[in-house]
């Protein structure tokens, strides 16, 4: 069964930092692309950050860009959000995505997190 379990969030002062992880678990992420969301209250969800699978690359949202930066452990299957500087605007329930496709690039499946709080206040 697979299962993203997310872990890192809290409250932070502005300026602050924090490293949000998400644990894919019941299979690899190699063959994924892979994505952080985050949805504000009242809002809806926006994409923050991903890594694109077919070309190895990660992208950010425009707000992302400078303060974002996405890694992974493909050993560990985690996926990491680091985030500084940090505005009360960041404050949302941040969630990981995946998107599974087979050796012939076909889509197989899509997984959510159930996402971790962050909150960005003094």
């Known amino acids: 069964q697979v299962q993203l379990v997310e872990s890192g969030g809290g409250l932070v002062q502005p300026g602050g930092s924090l490293r949000l992880s998400c644990r894919v678990g019941?299979?690899?992420?190699?063959?994924?692309?892979l994505k952080w969301f985050r949805q504000a209250p009242g809002k809806e969800r926006e994409w923050v950050a991903c890594?694109?699978?077919?070309?190895?690359?990660?992208q950010y949202a425009d707000f992302a860009k400078g303060r974002v930066t996405l890694s992974k452990e493909n050993d560990n299957n985690i996926l990491y959000l680091e985030m500084n500087n940090l505005k009360p605007a960041d404050t949302a329930i941040y969630s990981c995505?995946?998107?599974?496709?087979?050796?012939?690039?076909?889509?197989?499946?899509?997984?959510w997190g159930q996402g971790t709080q962050v909150t960005v206040s003094s």
């Open positions: 995505y995946a998107k599974k496709y087979d050796v012939f690039r076909r889509s197989t499946g899509e997984y």
């Open positions: 019941g299979m690899t992420f190699l063959r994924c692309d």
């Open positions: 890594f694109i699978r077919a070309d190895s690359t990660t």
